[in-house]
């Protein structure tokens, strides 16, 4: 059974850090992306960064500079490095993993940032 799950999310006032992470196993394919997307109230989900396993990235525009997203590939483990949120980073962030099988998601996990 594949299961990708996430730690980390919370409450942080802005200009704070946070670090996500998200393990995935059960997944019998070799995982090619990892990643997070996030989705606020009202809002479709949108990509925040992914990399490959190349350890290409990508970023959300409004994360670059802030977010920094890394894999360790033996672990099946990808984690998200936030610095300086702002009240708009908002937003439940989901855990994305994606072989040639099929793409696969976390339930979620709730950031909040105050102002």
């Known amino acids: 059974q594949v299961q990708l799950v996430e730690s980390g999310g919370g409450l942080v006032q802005a200009g704070g850090s946070l670090t996500l992470s998200c393990a995935a196993s059960g997944i019998l394919f070799r995982i090619d992306i990892m990643g997070w997307y996030r989705q606020a109230p009202g809002r479709q989900r949108e990509l925040v960064a992914d990399m490959s396993r190349g350890s290409s990235a990508n970023y959300i525009d409004s994360g670059k500079g802030r977010f920094t997203i890394s894999r360790d590939l033996a672990k099946n483990t990808v984690y998200l490095q936030m610095n300086s949120l702002k009240p708009e980073d908002t937003a439940v962030y989901y855990c994305?993993?994606?072989?040639?099988?099929?793409?696969?998601w976390g339930k979620g996990t709730l950031v909040t940032v105050s102002s």
């Open positions: 994305n993993a994606k072989n040639t099988r099929g793409s696969y």
